[in-house]
């Protein structure tokens, strides 16, 4: 578990290893109850060996202030229990049988089950949430917004009048950048930094988060099961367009078997395949891969805008990975 980015720093290293067990410490007591059945389905993600992406983000925003301080841990396990309700609700709505390298809770125990895990998670994140005060309860419930729509419009699609690319966008951001986002702020905040320095990791957690679904999009075309421990292909056997998808669509030399299989949503196993295999084939992946290079260089010169620190080292680190981990 864990993404293992190498940061250098001596003390930085141990503070953020030490920010990552207090976070984990608080999110296995979150989600003990007297009902065990709870527990049992909330630690099926919680101990799946998630990346911890987003408190990592969260705990290195917090090395401009004071990383130590309570609230910094708190808002660093909220991001994360927020994000595991968010995957046991997804995977509902995707269908999807794997999460993690292994099976996913509404596979192995059923929708019900799985909704209702996510439920108590959101219940559980609000109670510490509550101790955050009510500025970060309301920034919270816009970030949840935001989710909800961002995960409605993906559901809906894209209008007639509509641009598919802007639309994917728009999506991304809601769905991903806006909970990394405020993982970043809620990080630089809670430590008592500038306000400068809140506001610019929240963008930087923004153009993070978007790229961080763009390579997740390519992941689904591009990995095999075994490197991304979910089963390729779930986008497009949901019939969801992703940025893959509408650039090969927008290739006047894509394939017309290609066109005519992502006009619709495939159901079929080897239907699938072809089309895996027709878009890797595509300049779809690599345009796409060229659209997540521009949001890593935005989010490198946001991140110029910090104080020049072991900190602002480890997040280029952070920007880097989201990138590698598509090749
Ligand atoms: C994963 O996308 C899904 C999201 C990032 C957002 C999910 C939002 C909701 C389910 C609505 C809000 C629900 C709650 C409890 C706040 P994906 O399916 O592209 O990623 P995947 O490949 O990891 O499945
Ligand atoms: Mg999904
Ligand atoms: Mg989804």
Known sequence: SGIGIDITDAALAESVQQGIARVERLLHDSVQSDFEFATRTSLHLVDAGGKRFRPLFTLLAAQFGDPQAEAVTKSAAVVEMIHLATLYHDDVMDEATMRRGATSANARWDNSIAILTGDF????????????????????????????????????????????????????????????????????????????????????????????????????????????????????????????????????????????????????????????????ASNGLERTRATLDEYAADARKELASLPDTPAREALSVLVDYVVARTR
């Open 121 to 280: 998670l959101f219940a559980q994140a609000s109670a510490l949430i509550a101790d955050l005060g009510a500025e970060a309860v309301r920034e919270m419930a816009r970030t949840f917004e935001l989710l909800v729509t961002g995960q409605m419009r993906e559901t809906v699609g894209v209008g007639p009048d509509e641009d598919a690319v802007e639309f994917y966008l728009r999506v991304v951001f809601e769905k991903t950048g806006s909970l990394i986002a405020t993982a970043g702020r809620f990080g630089a905040w809670f430590s008592g930094a500038d306000q400068a320095i809140v506001e610019s990791l929240e963008r930087i957690g923004r153009l993070i988060g978007i790229g961080f679904q763009i390579s997740d999009d390519i992941i689904d075309i591009a990995s095999p099961a075994d490197e991304s421990g979910k089963t390729p292909g779930t986008d497009l056997r949901e019939g969801v367009r992703t940025l893959p998808m509408l650039y090969a669509l927008a290739d006047p030399e894509t394939e017309p078997r290609l066109r005519d299989l992502l006009s619709r949503a495939l159901s079929d196993d080897a239907e699938v395949h072809e089309a895996l295999e027709l878009l890797r």
